[in-house]
């Protein structure tokens, strides 16, 4: 098989999450730990740091990623789900793994797959381990895919785990309370192996802090270990700088370190995950990681060119100004409205399209009354129909069109915004990778 033809064989022979939703969510580790013994068991052949959490993970191990490349290590990534090419999945300091090396694996295994019949997210698991092994990685950032206690990427020892924080988001998988949420996502501290928690949010911090005693793991939380200084601002409203770097200071409470950072990733809430970053580099500092924070400075003004990091808070076009973000439960759209609210328009013009398998009630009563919708349905199996999103935004005064794809409502947004207006584009990952 050509590569194509591969990834062809990937999405239509194995269970996956994208097009089956729960049902392509496996309930143990059994599967990924059956490959990886194939395999000679690579998750054991590499340094790793595991970052879970609701949201931020994906921006905090692009961030971390940059750092430790910028430091002179030679850094895995694996994150989840990839937007343009499968292959964005997996990267040796930044680079996608070559077409090839998928081809081959997947011929090299396919009778493996034939007989554990993994989903397609084990088997994309068991790919990256494979890659970090035979690349001989001198540390890997490894992001849960859903969850953590029976994500397949728990079958790593890690040197550090990391929680960004909890929020509502895959609840007929993970439980129906932020504490349950949140002790599925504790199953990823381990025996003696310090955690970071990014957020102290005061209802679930008693999960994370027993799990940690049990564990006889340190832990602390990011937040509060840094304070972000009043001068710390996005700069140049609405011009194009603004949407380039973001100007941070950024002070550690009882060292008293402080850093200025420019940072490339624009969006508020990489505030949050700053703090999270920074706490990290303390702790594999402690470890024996060479970091400096001439090496921190470096990285984090490059962040997208490093890694490859795309659809968070970006800029598509400045005439009419078009934004797109991937934050699509309850607290991802918390803050994406944060960043509508503190970017200058006249009248907000928003694309959005979500699946059909969650609960969106409460993303849509969040939602601006006084913008028009241009509603439109992601290219995948799970992407909610337009017209029903159509019917269920109204009820939340939420008025606009349906389009038979994003594209076309992206166009008629662009073509209807004036000068001074925003054109926002997102509701869910899937239709951000349409237009990035």
């Not at 194509?4 to 999405?11: E, G, V």
């Not at 962040?303 to 970006?314: A, I, Q, Y």
Request: with cysteine; glycine share 8%; charged share 20%.
């Amino acid at each position: 098989m050509n590569y194509q033809q591969t990834i062809q064989y990937l999405y239509t022979q194995l269970p996956m999450f994208t097009r089956d939703g729960a049902s392509a969510f496996k309930k143990d580790l059994t599967n990924t730990l059956e490959l990886c013994k194939r395999l000679g068991n690579p998750q054991h052949q590499f340094k790793s740091i595991h970052i879970a959490g609701t949201n931020g993970k994906g921006s905090t191990s692009h961030m971390l990623a940059a750092i430790l490349q910028t430091a002179g290590y030679k850094t895995g990534l694996y994150t989840s789900p990839h937007l343009k090419d499968f292959r964005e999945r997996i990267r040796v300091n930044g680079q996608m793994i070559s077409e090839q090396t998928v081809i081959d694996f997947v011929a090299r295994h396919q009778t493996d797959f034939d007989e554990i019949e993994p989903s397609f997210f084990e088997m994309t698991v068991a790919l990256a381990f494979d890659v970090f092994a035979k690349e001989k990685v001198d540390i890997a950032i490894v992001e849960v895919g859903l969850g953590g206690r029976l994500d397949s990427t728990n079958v790593i020892t890690p040197l550090l785990s990391v929680i960004t924080n909890i929020g509502w988001d895959h609840m007929n998988m993970l439980g129906n309370t932020l504490q349950l949420i949140a002790g599925e996502k504790a199953g990823i501290i381990k025996p003696g192996i310090p955690v970071v928690i990014g957020e102290n949010q005061p209802e679930i911090a008693p999960v994370f802090i027993d799990k940690a005693k049990q564990q006889d793991s340190n832990i602390k939380f990011a937040s509060d270990e840094w304070t972000i200084g009043d001068d710390s601002k996005v700069k140049n409203q609405n011009s194009k700088t603004q949407f380039e770097y973001t100007e941070l200071t950024i002070t550690h409470c009882s060292q008293l370190t402080t850093y200025y950072l420019k940072l490339d990733l624009t969006g508020i809430y990489q505030q949050k995950n700053i703090k999270t970053v920074l706490s990290a580099v303390d702790e594999l500092r402690m470890q024996g990681f060479v970091i400096t924070d001439n090496h921190i400075a470096t990285a984090l003004r490059q962040v997208k060119t490093l890694t490859g990091l795309h659809g968070r808070w970006e800029v598509l076009n400045m005439q009419p100004l078009t934004i797109c973000d991937t934050g699509h439960n309850p607290d991802g759209i918390q803050e994406v409205i944060k960043n509508i609210a503190a970017t200058n328009h006249k009248h907000l013009h928003f694309v959005m399209g979500m699946v059909n398998d969650k609960d969106i009630t409460k993303v849509l009563a969040m939602l601006p009354t006084n913008a028009t919708y241009y509603f439109c349905k992601p290219d995948i199996p799970r992407g909610l129909d337009a017209e029903s999103l159509k019917l269920q935004a109204e009820e939340f005064g939420l008025h606009g069109n349906t389009y038979i794809s994003v594209k076309a409502a992206l166009q008629s947004a662009q073509a209807n915004a004036g000068d001074n207006d925003l054109v926002f584009v997102g509701g869910s990952t899937f239709v951000v990778a349409e237009i990035v």
